[in-house]
């Protein structure tokens, strides 16, 4: 019972510890602003979320790392609190913004964590960025719009149906922290072509859609739930495509990893960096 009382004493005076060295500010960055929080101090960490989602997401992990780290939260463009643009929101476009962000803090490199549409942004970075990138983490990576299991595909494939589902389960955490809530629709419908795209990372005519992954020099973990939405033959595909990668699977847990498992993903970073 005493065990009962003494964990959650210990997480708020984690949270109040982090809340003393948290730094939340906006860049302006290829004419948008960019949302960003800095928790810690230490060697550079960047944690990167998945799409519709926003900084949030990493609450418990950031709470863990910043004890070891200095952890930069970043709203990807147009999601969260960050503003987005006119042009179509691509992955190249969100990759430049991370990196100029990092240019503006002057951090030459750092570790990268990412989830789902984050997870390309890390691996864009490490691919065609090798020297900012120290340690790597992707969880929940899919690199083309044919790669996810049947029942995900459905909805992806029915815009009238991915519309229902992206109101539902994303559109009201958007309305409720954005600062232009009726961008909404706008947003909305910029994500899913993105996720229709063939090919998330730049390739070259003949080229696979993991043929740049070959070109990552970083130490990597990559992560996937053993529910996962995506097909596992292609999370086996992208450990292979990579040369110093290695394969974590948890268990129970989908797609949704880092929040449902948040404290379990928390440590494998941790010890997987360190």
């Known amino acids: 019972m005493r065990l009962f009382k003494i964990l959650p004493l210990a997480f708020i005076s984690l949270m109040l510890t982090l809340s003393q060295f948290s730094q939340a500010e906006y860049a302006e960055v290829n004419g948008i602003n960019l949302y960003y929080n800095i928790h810690g101090t230490g060697t550079p960490l960047v944690l990167l979320h998945g799409g519709?989602?926003?900084?949030?997401?990493?609450?418990?992990?950031?709470?863990?790392?910043?004890?070891?780290?200095?952890?930069?939260?970043?709203?990807?463009?147009?999601?969260g609190r960050s503003t987005d643009g006119d042009a179509p929101i691509t992955y190249e476009l969100m990759t430049n913004d991370t990196l100029a962000l990092l240019d503006q803090l002057e951090i030459d490199n750092a570790h990268f964590v990412g989830w789902s549409d984050g997870a390309v942004i890390a691996a864009q970075i490490a691919a065609f960025k090798p020297e900012r990138v120290n340690k790597l983490v992707l969880m929940g990576a899919a690199f083309g719009g044919d790669t996810y299991v049947s029942?995900?595909?459905?909805?992806?494939?029915?815009?009238?149906?991915?519309?229902?589902f992206a109101d539902f389960t994303f559109g009201l955490k958007y309305k409720a922290v954005s600062p232009t809530p009726k961008h909404w629709p706008i947003f909305r419908d910029k994500l899913y072509d993105l996720w229709k795209t063939p090919c998330y990372l730049p390739t070259t005519p003949g080229q696979s859609c993991l043929s740049p992954l070959a070109n990552i020099n970083s130490d990597t973990l990559v992560l996937v739930g053993s529910n996962e939405i995506i097909e596992f033959s292609h999370t086996q595909e992208i450990v292979?495509?990579?040369?110093?990668?290695?394969l974590e699977v948890v268990r129970f847990a989908g797609h949704f990893l880092p929040e449902i498992r948040p404290i379990k993903t928390g440590n494998l970073i941790i010890s997987f960096i360190q």
């Open 52 to 79: 519709y989602s926003d900084s949030d997401m990493w609450h418990i992990e950031t709470a863990m790392l910043s004890q070891h780290y200095q952890v930069i939260e970043i709203d990807s463009r147009g999601h």
């Open 151 to 164: 029942t995900f595909s459905t909805v992806l494939n029915s815009e009238a149906l991915f519309t229902r």
């Open 240 to 246: 292979a495509e990579i040369p110093a990668a290695e």
